[in-house]
């Protein structure tokens, strides 16, 4: 179990457990006054816990692939303050079907292609990219993603500028770009990015996490305050 301020998240059937990507995205996507939001790939349900406490009004779905994983975020989001507005599919994103043009769609989509394929099956399911190409992602998305709405995923930072094309082909214009690093010494590790489908100038800007090992700037502090209990 991993406690946040307002709720917490059961971790035990889920194979890929609380980490910062999730956190990160959750803190970073922009809600606004989205009435409807889709998460793809939930897992445990995190981000879409998050996105529930930042928008209080909002209707949040996820769609999880693996069993195990939507069996946990529906029991995460029963126990959540905000349940009568989460509701989970154990679908995969090429057969969801809804009519619902959503306002803000966010991901954190597997990103590994033959790395760590030795994993237990569910692990590998979670982390590669063999049942959720960055192709169907963004094709799906755009599909369903309505006009003025908006779209945030975090990926690996090598594999930025590929999105950021991919993207294009599937309509869908970068507006905000924030690249991530764990020190400042340290390269950059993520690129969390924000399209919409009418273009738009892009706001670009740079996140570090930690000054030292379990010491975290302020940005990151002031981006996460709203959820881990000691921050």
């Not at 306002?103 to 597997?110: C, E, G, K, Q, W």
């Not at 020190?183 to 993520?190: G, I, S, T």
């Amino acid at each position: 179990m991993f406690q946040f301020k307002q709720f917490s998240v059961l971790q035990e059937r889920s194979a890929m457990k609380v980490g910062t990507d999730a956190v990160l995205l959750g803190s970073w996507a922009p809600v606004g006054k989205a009435k409807n939001i889709l998460d793809i790939g939930t897992g445990t349900g995190l981000i879409a816990l998050m996105l529930a406490q930042r928008n209080a009004t909002a209707k949040v779905h996820a769609v999880e692939i693996e069993e195990n994983a939507c069996l946990e975020a529906s029991i995460n989001f029963k126990k959540a303050p905000w349940s009568d507005r989460l509701k989970v599919y154990n679908d995969s994103l090429q057969h969801f079907e809804t009519i619902i043009k959503y306002d803000l769609i966010v991901s954190n989509p597997p990103y590994y292609q033959d790395t760590f394929k030795g994993l237990n099956s569910n692990r590998t399911l979670a982390r590669h990219v063999d049942n959720l190409s960055f192709q169907d992602l963004l094709f799906y998305t755009s599909s369903m993603l309505h006009d003025e709405g908006t779209c945030a995923f975090i990926i690996p930072f090598s594999e930025e500028d590929y999105f950021i094309k991919l993207a294009k082909k599937n309509g869908l214009n970068i507006c905000k770009l924030t690249r991530v690093r764990g020190r400042v010494d340290l390269p950059f590790k993520r690129s969390l990015l924000c399209f919409k489908k009418k273009f738009c100038d892009c706001e670009e800007t740079e996140l570090v996490i930690e000054v030292k090992r379990h010491v975290y700037t302020s940005d990151y502090i002031e981006l996460t305050k709203s959820f881990y209990l000691k921050m």
